[in-house]
């Protein structure tokens, strides 16, 4: 029953430099697909938009052909036609994303399953980051071709525009970052000695910041034809090509897959996967009786899924889940991104609908949503430093209240205000366009922050790795549903306006109705109600003491152990006493 003592009391001095680089390299890696998929609606509403003009154009040509009186054309069919294929394609889209939402179901699979040789972490981080490089070096002009881009022309059929090829590619890349993300949280672990471990999330958040921010603003900034003749062009002094972006959709894509391949074979080449020196016993229900763990301090010791067994695994997990504080949590975490929803996945895609361009869009993130994204973390940690809920609560109030009403107002002045060039319609379009943003980036940042550091605040060391997979499953799960919800009621309750072809051949338009608006003040109210009926429930769940989140599925199986170890200390005794009862009766005769 002793435990086996660790190699020394302290944990030697480590360098964790070279490894918080690798760790942010591995976290800008995944920052990239995410990066290049929310580029993608972008694409489709600009496509949609295209094809609705040309679709338009062509069917005002046919009515003055026909008659020389005022005519109901058939633009508004065609707007009617291009606003429900446009959002029915984002919805189909959104669910590029679900694999983050499903990681759990292979996570266990993930940490028991591996080459001792290769490494633990490396044997599904290397593969996973292959296939995604090769996949986007190979599938780039596939995703031009599904979206119609590249040779295709703008006057490409509506019925023939189709993004479930593209959805498939995305999701695929989705599959492989997810399997990556779960290699890379748990080598974070090991990899960093234990002082530096708690910042294991901060370089997670900064990396698949900087991995969205080049994928994303980069392939907007370097596509967008005007940027590219005017400011890229002339940089690196290329020829002129009016009307022509710097690089296409699948030349972006083939790069950052090449730069996936490169950095893959720097890690599977050169970094090797530390082993855990002298570990404890610790008693399981298995058939070995004992497994090791990793040699940290005792109350922080991690049952290890590869010596446990998936069956095992799977129990704790489920188990996990029948807490009820988790189920508590699972509640507030798959309800609580409704009511922000058209803010989050539609309101930059009506702006760029109403007008506003991929090239401001693409300068709004280097300038707030890349900074904002990396200091609030580091701000708010100072602020809420151990009420991470009671910051959660605060920012939410905020996101459902007030942005909603800045992004209203961000939209009407894009609407009214984009082409007019005086200066208080200027400072009112880009003020209320640049308070939106960060707003948004702000918030979401406070939140994120606050889910992150409180999970890792409660999970049970016992199996703090498929717990942490767990609860952001849920947390995933939570933002990825409500996307393809708004973005179909969008597209079904969008009625647009009825367009007539006077002898002039001036078309006039009346009539029409924008879901956006209505559909944002009714997810406000519904906000509203999620804060009266969930506040309480977060402030008691944040009260919660530790015991509340554990399993003690190891206490009785430590219990058991003991009694089964008495029991044969007993026997034992009782062998040797009847031994020497024998051998003084030896003596005697």
């Not at 490089?133 to 780039?140: A, D, H, I």
């Not at 070995?288 to 997990?317: C, M, P, Q, W």
Request: proline share 5%; hydrophobic share 45%.
């Amino acid at each position: 029953k002793e435990k086996i003592p660790l190699e020394g009391k302290e944990e030697p001095p480590h360098d964790d430099r070279y490894n918080f680089a690798l760790l942010l390299a591995l976290y800008t890696i995944q920052g990239i697909p995410m990066g290049l998929s929310a580029s993608i609606p972008f694409l489709i509403q600009q496509k949609v938009n295209q094809m609705s003009a040309t679709t338009a154009a062509a069917a005002g040509a046919a009515a003055l052909i026909s008659t020389a009186t005022t005519t109901t054309t058939a633009s508004a069919s065609a707007a009617l036609a291009s606003t429900k294929m446009a959002y029915n394609a984002q919805a189909i889209f959104a669910l590029c994303s679900w694999p983050f939402s499903l990681k759990l179901l292979w996570a266990p699979i993930v940490d028991s399953v591996f080459s001792k040789r290769f490494g633990r972490r490396k044997s599904w981080l290397v593969p996973a980051q292959a296939l995604a490089g090769l996949l986007m070096v190979t599938g780039s002009d596939y995703v031009e071709r599904q979206l119609g881009l590249g040779k295709a022309t703008t006057t490409t059929p509506l019925a023939s525009f189709d993004v479930k090829g593209v959805t498939a590619f995305f999701f695929a890349l989705y599959f492989l970052m997810a399997t990556q993300d779960i290699a890379v949280d748990g080598w974070a672990l090991t990899m960093l000695s234990k002082k530096n471990r708690p910042r294991g999330p901060i370089c997670n958040s900064i990396g698949q910041n900087i991995g969205y921010f080049c994928s994303f603003v980069g392939f907007l900034a370097l596509n967008d034809p005007e940027s590219s003749e005017h400011i890229w062009r002339p940089i690196f002094g290329l020829k002129s090509k009016p009307g022509e972006g710097l690089v296409s959709l699948g030349s972006f894509v083939k790069i950052m897959g090449m730069f996936m391949l490169i950095v893959t074979s720097l890690v599977a080449i050169f970094k090797s996967e530390g082993i855990p020196s002298a570990s404890p016993l610790v008693p399981t229900n298995n058939t070995k009786g004992f497994i090791l763990v990793a040699n940290y301090d005792d109350e922080e010791k991690e049952l290890d899924a590869s010596e446990i067994g998936l069956r095992e695994t799977y129990h704790r997990l489920y188990a996990v889940c029948q807490l009820p504080a988790v189920r508590w949590l699972f509640l507030i975490l798959l309800t609580y991104r409704l009511p922000t929803a058209l803010s989050d996945n539609v309101k930059f895609l009506k702006a760029v609908e109403f007008g506003l361009g991929k090239q401001t869009t693409a300068l709004l993130s280097p300038m707030i949503v890349l900074p904002l994204g990396i200091a609030v973390p580091i701000i708010a940690a100072k602020l809420w430093k151990g009420h991470p809920l009671r910051q959660f609560m605060t920012a939410y109030k905020v996101r459902v209240t007030l942005v909603p009403l800045i992004d209203m107002a961000m939209l009407l002045a894009v609407r009214s205000l984009r082409n007019k060039h005086d200066m208080a319609s200027q400072a009112t379009f880009w003020s209320t366009l640049i308070i939106s943003t960060a707003m948004q980036a702000t918030i979401q940042s406070l939140q994120f922050n606050a889910q992150m550091t409180f999970f890792a605040s409660r999970v049970d060391p016992a199996i703090g790795g498929s717990y942490m997979t767990l609860l952001n499953t849920a947390a995933n799960l939570g933002g990825t549903w409500p996307a393809s919800v708004v973005m179909y009621l969008v597209g079904a309750l969008t009625v647009p306006p009825s367009c007539t072809l006077t002898d002039a051949g001036v078309e006039t338009c009346s009539g029409g109705k924008d879901a956006y608006f209505p559909l944002q003040a009714a997810f406000s109210i519904v906000g509203l109600l999620w804060i009266y009926l969930f506040s309480i429930k977060v402030k008691h769940i944040s009260e919660l003491p530790e015991d509340a989140w554990r399993t003690h599925l190891d206490d009785e199986v430590s219990s058991d152990t003991s009694d089964m170890m008495n029991g044969e200390n007993n026997e034992i005794s009782s062998i040797e006493m009847a031994n020497g009862v024998n051998r003084t009766n030896k003596k005697a005769r």
